[in-house]
């Protein structure tokens, strides 16, 4: 791999505690510029990029507030930084990939590099790896102190297995000063055969509820109007603390300012059948989105078994009906891994079928990828022609219906503007059902509620997620 040579080897990853870090000095003629002992903090920009879930972009705002907080100067433009901060993914071999590129592009353009997030946890001695400093994602309240090390020529490695404390009193810059994303847990209680995020976040660990609680006031306090909750698995909260999710949501719910909305994020099947009413009445307050998204990776029992998800298909459409039935409108979001290599024709059938049952306003199709170190990786993947073949099918099917039709026409909706759509052209609002709506304004309509008909001059429905 090029430009290996050019930084200091490190021949195993080093666990480090915040009181004991073990440095080592770049070898003379590195590449990277070099500051040495007279590096003054706050001299030096630094970029943070950010692949993965929710959870990863509340890690990289906390990393960005406790930077801030030091005297570090942030940045969005990554030619200006002196630093890459890369917070990465392990979900997806094409994130990996991503990320192993960025490295490659920084190390080119000389610049000082801090992997953090789920592959520098779960896989530190990945050679593209080698000679660049970590901060693993039970560590992020190191990361001014991985900083500072290495602009002064340092490799520096956080990688402590203890149980993360719930790092939700850390400062935090947010990406969107109107969301604020709460992480409510670390880690999970199941073990999918082809998920390494488990190696990264380990098990089940909840944070306290006062502690929650205590953030959410904080956020509604600084001018947040939206409150999303993340996790590896929102359901599992409490299960390790005596307590269970409802407990968390019903007091949220108490907290929550007029004019604010919580959304739920993602919930695994088993973890949500036995509290279908308690679920269903908190996603019918006002101030709730009514919005689930709830995986279900496969529609076959036999590959669900295989693939160790602890519930089957009629468990998922159980759930998906209560809620259609109990909760009116609501948006449900689903998953699916196409080509699991246990998966047959007639299993990918019945995935198809199910899309068609509930045309699915959101669903997130996977082409199956091995990831190294999982139980699925020894298996015989299914030809890559066919996989793809899957993936494209489903993808069809997807694009082929639509969540509006020509009689909701003029509907009238009261929708939350919290967000600039890519175009940097409109606005994107939500209503109470959390239907997506591009809006074009020349008034600043962000933090606000605004009043629009469907399909009106200057608005449209994007509902597919």
């Known amino acids: 791999m090029e430009d290996i040579e050019d930084v200091i080897r490190v021949p195993t990853a080093v666990n480090l505690r915040q009181n004991h870090v073990i440095v080592r000095k770049r070898l003379k003629g590195d590449g990277e510029p070099f500051y040495g002992d007279s590096f003054v903090p706050g001299t030096q920009k630094i970029y943070i990029r950010t692949w993965g879930c929710t959870h990863n972009t509340s890690d990289s705002e906390q990393m960005a507030g406790l930077l801030s907080e030091a005297g570090h100067q942030l940045t969005n433009k990554k030619e200006d930084a002196s630093l890459w901060i890369l917070n990465s993914c392990t979900v997806k071999t094409p994130s990996e990939t991503q990320l192993e590129n960025t490295v490659k592009e920084a190390r080119k353009l000389n610049k000082f590099i801090i992997v953090a997030g789920c592959v520098s946890q779960a896989e530190p001695n990945l050679r593209f790896l080698e000679g660049i400093s970590i901060v693993g994602v039970k560590q992020i309240e190191c990361v001014t102190q991985a900083v500072e090390e290495t602009l002064k020529g340092n490799c520096v490695r956080f990688l402590s297995q203890r149980k993360p404390n719930?790092?939700?009193?850390?400062?935090?810059?947010?990406?969107?000063?109107?969301?604020?994303?709460?992480?409510?847990?670390?880690?999970?209680?199941?073990?999918?055969?082809?998920?390494k995020t488990k190696s990264a976040r380990g098990n089940l660990v909840s944070f306290p509820l006062d502690s929650l609680l205590e953030r959410a006031r904080n956020a509604f306090a600084d001018g947040c109007k939206e409150l999303w909750l993340t996790s590896e698995d929102l359901g599992a909260w409490g299960r390790d603390i005596d307590m269970v999710l409802p407990d968390l949501l019903n007091a949220l719910v108490e907290i929550i300012p007029e004019g604010c909305m919580l959304r739920l994020g993602m919930t695994n099947p088993p973890y949500i059948l036995d509290f279908l009413e308690e679920i269903s009445e908190i996603l019918n307050h006002p101030r709730v989105y009514s919005f689930l998204h709830i995986p279900v990776q496969s529609a076959?029992?036999?590959?669900?078994?295989?693939?160790?998800?602890?519930?089957?298909?009629?468990?998922?459409?159980?759930?998906?009906?209560?809620?259609?039935?109990n909760v009116p409108n609501i948006y449900i979001a689903t998953d699916f891994i196409c080509a699991y290599p246990t998966e047959t024709k007639s299993d990918f059938e019945e995935s198809m079928a199910l899309v068609r049952k509930y045309r699915f306003p959101s669903l997130f199709i996977n082409q199956f990828y091995s990831r190294i170190g999982t139980p699925a990786a020894n298996l015989k993947k299914i030809d890559t022609v066919e996989a793809r073949r899957r993936t494209a099918e489903m993808s069809t099917l997807f694009r082929s219906y639509s969540r509006y039709d020509k009689k909701r026409i003029g509907e009238k909706h009261r929708v939350l503007v919290c967000e600039l759509a890519t175009d940097q052209q409109h606005y994107v609002g939500h209503n109470k059902y959390y239907e997506h709506f591009l809006i074009s304004s020349k008034k600043c309509l962000l933090g606000k509620w605004v009043e629009i008909n469907n399909y009106e001059e200057g608005t449209k429905p994007v509902g597919k997620g």
């Open 166 to 195: 719930s790092n939700l009193l850390l400062p935090k810059i947010r990406k969107n000063k109107f969301i604020e994303i709460l992480a409510i847990s670390s880690g999970c209680l199941n073990h999918c055969t082809y998920c």
């Open 300 to 325: 076959s029992d036999a590959v669900l078994a295989d693939m160790r998800r602890e519930y089957t298909c009629s468990d998922f459409c159980r759930v998906v009906d209560y809620m259609t039935q």
